[in-house]
């Protein structure tokens, strides 16, 4: 990674760098701002939701709202408002994904009476998610960086370089989703059967009391860890594919231009830059995949909710 | 929590909480409620012109089997107006020639029967006039006066004679 000439604060260390890559980064803040002294912050730190300080992770969640909104509402608008009535290529594509998770996620696992409320939760999962993870696999801000190298230090690019550009990598902001999504499921089901019986279908009815003492417990367990489930999924798998590629790419040219030389670095790099364009390819599809997956969970325990058998 | 891939972030928490309920608010609004709208309108214009298709389909096929009966029907009736044609043509020109045939018949007989009475007739005057002459010539060529008596019987037998003569012809 290309580094700030000015900046003193970076280690050399190749588990920071890989690391630098994918987290977010606090030493170098875009803006700060918050609502309460930072040293209240530093002793409890649960009142740092006080904290609303622009870190790189918000500003790329902020650059990935803007697009989604933008881009989706421009190709709609684009597609409603022509006589023609024919999507465009892009248009055409995000059709097919909405029509196939009406078709196959929504009224398969919601059904056709309850999806109605729902559907435009999941489609902006998918999109939002799927979006993140697209920001992430194009190296924007390495090419922001290489201009701040040249410049010799741009004053808001200097901050903006620093920290992993995948978005949906950050557990913060993806257990923000799985609450919004434990909120949906939740209030689906309140919504379906009244405050009340709600809770009490975490109770299956129909076991010797005895049972019950073992059976709501698991219940409950269940239903809390769909959350944590949904945040560590993504992330993982976002985080994984990054350390990846830049292990493959950047920390493998380094040991080996350190104990071989630059030449062998150069050989070494003809099959690092193979490998990482057959990751990159898998990215994209994880990238699909777990957008695909984060949406259908989503559907689903809002079906699980809704469509209690008993 | 030292590792700085799992740092727990509040402050992130609540901003992706409400830049992603902002975006579900915009996008439901401007783009997923029109964006289903539309495609549902499409799909139920293209169900309804599927269904016109259909029913004009069958239509168009109802008026084909119609114009089919109706032309058979007329092909039938034109066929059964001409054949009765003939047939009526046959009878009138059967019932003239037989009326014709009967009255040239009933000429015929007619005639016959005329001639028959005139023959009949002319017989009886030519016998009577034959009569007249023979008693004329007779009573001229005898000079003699015969009586009534005589005269009678000999016109008697004489008019015998040319009763069994005209049974012999």
């Known amino acids: ?310 | 929590m030292d590792n700085p891939l799992f740092t727990i972030d509040p402050g992130l928490f609540i901003w992706s909480i409400i830049i992603f309920l902002l975006v579900l608010l915009i996008l439901k609004r401007y783009a997923w409620t029109p964006l289903l709208n539309f495609i549902d309108e499409r799909e139920k214009e293209i169900s309804d012109s599927l269904a016109m298709a259909e029913s004009a389909k069958a239509d168009l096929e109802q008026v084909r089997e119609e114009s089919e009966k109706i032309l058979n029907e007329a092909k039938n009736q034109s066929k059964s107006i001409v054949s009765d044609g003939k047939q009526r043509a046959d009878q009138s020109a059967n019932k003239i020639l037989n009326d014709a045939k009967q009255k040239s018949d009933e000429f015929v007989l007619d005639a016959k029967k005329k001639i028959d009475v005139e023959k009949k007739r002319a017989i009886k005057e030519i016998k009577e006039e034959v009569v007249d002459l023979s008693l004329d010539l007779a009573s001229q060529v005898l000079q003699r006066n015969v009586k009534d008596e005589d005269n009678n019987k000999f016109v008697q037998s004489s008019l015998k004679e040319i009763n069994t003569d005209e049974a012999k012809s």
């Open chain 1, 1 to 310: 990674m290309l580094i700030d000439k000015t900046d003193t604060s970076h280690s050399n260390d190749p588990a920071d760098v890989a690391i630098d890559h994918v987290a977010n980064n606090y030493e170098h803040i875009i803006l700060k701002l918050s609502l309460i002294p930072e040293k209240w912050i530093e002793t409890y730190p649960l009142l740092g939701i006080f904290d609303f300080s622009i870190t790189k992770h918000v500003f790329l969640l902020i650059l990935v709202a803007f697009i989604t909104v933008s881009s989706m509402i421009f190709l709609v608008q684009n597609y409603i408002s022509s006589k023609t009535k024919v999507p465009g290529k892009t248009m055409n594509f995000i059709e097919m994904i909405i029509l196939y998770m009406r078709e196959n996620v929504l009224k398969s696992f919601i059904g056709e009476k309850y999806y109605k409320d729902w559907d435009a939760l999941v489609y902006t999962i998918f999109f939002f998610v799927l979006i993140g993870n697209f920001l992430g696999l194009i190296p924007i801000f390495d090419f922001l960086g290489l201009i701040n190298y040249l410049a010799g230090g741009i004053p808001v690019v200097k901050d903006l370089i620093h920290g992993g550009n995948t978005v949906t990598a950050n557990i913060n902001l993806n257990f923000a989703l799985a609450t919004i999504t434990f909120g949906a499921f939740t209030i689906a089901g309140i919504k379906r059967y009244g405050f009340f019986h709600h809770w009490k279908n975490l109770a299956p009815p129909g076991l010797a009391w005895p049972l019950y003492f073992i059976v709501v417990p698991i219940e409950v367990m269940a239903m809390l860890i769909r959350p944590i489930s949904l945040t560590l999924r993504l992330a993982g798998n976002m985080m994984g594919g990054h350390l990846a590629l830049i292990i493959f790419t950047q920390l493998f040219i380094i040991e080996v231009a350190k104990n071989y030389g630059i030449f062998a670095a150069l050989g070494g790099s003809i099959f690092s830059v193979s490998l990482s364009i057959g990751v990159i390819f898998l990215e994209i599809i994880v990238a699909f995949i777990q957008a695909y997956v984060f949406a259908l969970l989503t559907a689903v325990y809002i079906g699980m909710a809704v469509n209690v058998d008993h």
